[in-house]
């Protein structure tokens, strides 16, 4: 599985963006699990935004819920960022990844990171 996301940039606080991130899948996965989105700012962590998995079910963090919506598409395996109501806090690069399965193996995946830089 490889990942591509779009979507980042510079935005001033209070706007929107949106990120997008398609998996390219080779003919050996079976199932495309749980897809996220991860951001790592200043700091040495990478910390979770938001998951969803194959059916749908959701997690968030807490600083970001009521404002970002995670949603996906599993027909085009592609995994969607809506992020409104932005703050200078939100600004770090945003990873995409997944979670994914083959016979006798699971394993992730993680995008190149695309970086959303949010102005006060």
């Known amino acids: 599985v490889q990942l591509v996301e779009s979507g980042g940039g510079l935005v001033q606080a209070g706007g929107s963006l949106r990120l997008s991130c398609a998996a390219s899948?080779?003919?050996?996965?079976?199932?495309?699990?749980?897809m996220g989105w991860y951001r790592q700012g200043l700091g040495p962590h990478r910390e979770l935004v938001a998951t969803i998995a194959s059916d749908g079910n959701v997690n968030y963090a807490d600083s970001v819920k009521g404002r970002f919506t995670i949603s996906r598409d599993n027909a085009k395996n592609t995994v969607y960022l809506q992020m409104n109501s932005l703050k200078p806090e939100d600004t770090a690069v945003y990873y995409c990844n997944a979670v994914w399965s083959a016979p006798g193996l699971v394993q992730d995946a993680w995008g190149q990171g695309t970086q959303v830089t949010v102005s006060s």
């Open positions: 899948v080779s003919k050996s996965v079976d199932i495309i699990h749980t």
